[in-house]
Each structure stands twice: as structure tokens, then as C-alpha cells.
């Protein structure tokens, strides 16, 4: 199931928190070569248990590009 949330944090080694529109706070891991601020940016996900909780996985940033 696709969810929707907004990156709320970033950290330098490439992990954050998405709060979704549930205003859960789900944790992610991103490649170090996809750092920049992202903090604000809307992204769709897809949820996953691991034995330390839920984590976002398959995170899609939803940006529009204006030609």
C-alpha cells in the first residue's frame, strides 16, 4: 500500500523521519549520494516491519518540474 507523508528530518548519514498523513513518524535510509535538503519535500512510500519497528522503503520524492 502506497502511503504519503513529508520528510521531517535528514541526517547527514542519509537517515530521517517521513511523517505520514497520520502523523506517524516513520524512519529511512537514504543513499548518501541523494543528500541535499530534503527536509519539507512530500514523498509516497511503502511501509515495512523489521525486527526495530516500521520503516519507509521504496521512497519516492513527489516533485513537480515547471518547463
Given at each position: 500500500?502506497l502511503?504519503?507523508g ?6 547527514e548519514?542519509g537517515?530521517?523521519i ?11 535510509k ?6 541535499e535538503?530534503?527536509t519539507?519535500?512530500p514523498?509516497?512510500f511503502?511501509i515495512?516491519?523489521?525486527?526495530e519497528?516500521l520503516?519507509?522503503?521504496d521512497?519516492?520524492?513527489n ?5
Open positions: 500500500m502511503r504519503k513529508t520528510i521531517t528530518s535528514l541526517e548519514d537517515s530521517g517521513i511523517t505520514d498523513e497520520n502523523e506517524q513518524e516513520i524512519c529511512f537514504l543513499e548518501k549520494s541523494m543528500l535538503n530534503l519539507g519535500t514523498v509516497s511503502e515495512e516491519l523489521t525486527d519497528g520503516i519507509a522503503v521512497v519516492q520524492l516533485i513537480k518540474c515547471i518547463l
